[in-house]
């Protein structure tokens, strides 16, 4: 099956650092990105998406780009919060297919 | 709205039994998914459907079964509980399939 990977499992940054959260895809036939974002004990929540006719895409705070060519994805927080501590995935998706495919996650921690 | 709701969100099974996990949504989605979680992992799909009356498997569809009799309810069903059963599932729905999957708050289950 598809697969979508993270390159760091953990990642640690200073109340107020910008941080960079990375996902590599493998299946170049998919055309829609998605961030979520989990919190302990909880569902994952939308955070940010782009579709593959696009290399970055703006929100509140975060940014995401795509760079089709390594099949690389990123996520850019702006002025990290101890709030944005939790757990964050990259999913994938063809829009001619039914299926989401999630990779294993980057634990974030958010130091004060 | 509620939303994706999902119960029981705690349940102890002995080895061979059966469970039914339900998932219900009220925000009219076609499209709905059942994942598993385990320990610092990423979701696996299970199955999904696409309809009332439309199931098909997923990632890891073994040892499980759903049915979709209606727009609303997606329940999965364990025949034979396992120790590798032991984990998180989490419903989700979607209007489309470019669009934000919302989640349940998750179902955990453990198998002795």
């Known amino acids: 099956g598809e697969s979508v990977g993270l390159h760091l499992p953990t990642l640690s940054v200073q109340e107020g650092d910008n941080s960079i959260i990375n996902c590599a895809y493998s299946?170049?036939?998919?055309?829609?990105f998605i961030w979520y974002k989990q919190e302990s004990g909880k569902g994952p929540q939308f955070i940010i998406d782009?579709?593959?006719?696009?290399d970055k895409r703006q929100g509140q705070r975060v940014t995401v780009l795509l760079n089709k060519t390594v099949k690389h994805l990123s996520l850019q927080i702006a002025a990290t919060q101890p709030g944005d501590s939790a757990v964050y995935f990259c999913?994938?998706?063809?829009?001619?297919?039914?299926?989401?495919?999630f990779g294993t996650g980057t634990s974030l921690t958010v130091i004060p | 709205n509620a939303g994706v709701t999902q119960t029981p969100k705690f349940r102890i099974l002995k080895i061979g039994q059966s469970m039914t996990l339900q998932c219900t949504q009220d925000?009219?989605?076609?499209?709905m998914y059942w994942y598993r979680q385990d320990p610092g992992m990423g979701l696996k799909l299970i199955y999904y459907?696409?309809?009332?009356?439309?199931?098909d498997k997923g990632e890891v569809p073994n040892g499980y079964n759903v049915s979709r009799s209606t727009t609303e309810d997606f329940p999965l069903r364990l025949e034979l509980a396992a120790p590798s059963q032991t984990s998180v599932y989490f419903c989700?729905?979607?209007?489309?399939?470019?669009?934000?999957?919302?989640f349940g708050e998750g179902s955990r289950l453990t198998v002795l």
């Open positions: 989700a729905s979607t209007r489309r399939l470019t669009g934000e999957l919302f």
């Open positions: 299946n170049s036939a998919s055309d829609y």
């Open positions: 782009i579709r593959s006719n696009m």
């Open positions: 999913a994938e998706n063809k829009s001619t297919g039914n299926q989401f495919y």
């Open positions: 925000m009219n989605h076609n499209y």
């Open positions: 459907s696409v309809g009332a009356g439309i199931t």
